[in-house]
């Protein structure tokens, strides 16, 4: 028997907002600015990951430059990002969750002044029940945001699905035994997903919006 969908939660970049270019490029420019060493496949494989751990990881030898080298890094992407958009399609894939009662959520890497300001910039404030971002919990994997919004919502683990485009989304809904989806057009590569055993990875939102219908239809009647 399919267990009834209520919750629908999303990564924001990568996933739903089309911004990963612009994070590599501000961190390669922060590496730069302070001469740290640092190449595009290293800088994109973090993604998703809080500021905290992106600075441990890609500057391990450095610590006491990680608060200068992260606000070099947002400096630059708020310079830079204001033509970051959604994904062709996310608009209308939101919108026909939310017309169908889907609780939608947001759990994101991103600080909450970060994510304030795209939620603002795409317009989104209203059609997301709740949101966590990395600054104010837990990093990915660690399940905690997760966590936090089913109790927010009140719904189960069972009754959730997570979307994500990289590894941190897809260990982190397994962690708490949440139902998860993987999409292809963002980071991680299609085998490094499906190490997280999804229900699907979708190859672009077209793909992503037809199977979260049929699955939120196939609850309906079961």
């Known amino acids: 028997m399919t267990k009834p969908v209520e919750l629908i939660i999303f990564d924001w970049d990568g996933t739903l907002f089309d911004s990963v270019g612009q994070i590599v490029d501000s961190l390669m420019f922060a590496a730069k600015e302070f001469d740290q060493p640092l190449s595009n496949d290293a800088a994109k494989s973090i993604i998703g990951l809080g500021l905290p751990e992106v600075a441990k990881i890609l500057f391990p030898k450095v610590p006491d430059l990680h608060t200068e080298i992260l606000k070099s890094y947002g400096d630059h992407y708020v310079a830079n990002s204001k033509t970051d958009v959604w994904f062709d399609g996310v608009s209308e894939l939101l919108a026909d ?19 304030d300001r795209v939620l603002n910039q795409t317009g989104s404030v209203e059609l997301f029940d709740v949101t966590r971002a990395a600054s104010e ?15 927010y919502t009140g719904i189960k683990a069972e009754n ?16 708490i035994t949440m139902p998860r989806v993987g ?3 963002g980071v991680h590569s299609v085998d490094v997903l499906n190490k997280y055993q999804p229900l699907t990875i979708a190859h672009d939102v077209g793909d992503l919006h037809q199977f979260l219908n049929h699955q939120v239809q196939a609850s309906d009647v079961a």
């Open 183 to 185: 999409v292809s057009y």
């Open 97 to 115: 969750l939310k017309n169908q009662n889907i609780k939608l959520a947001v759990a994101t890497g991103k600080s909450r002044r970060g994510l």
């Open 160 to 175: 959730a699905i997570m979307v994500g485009d990289t590894s941190y989304d897809l260990e982190m809904a397994r962690n």
């Open 137 to 151: 919990t837990r990093s990915k994997p660690d399940p905690l945001m997760l966590a936090e919004i089913l109790q």
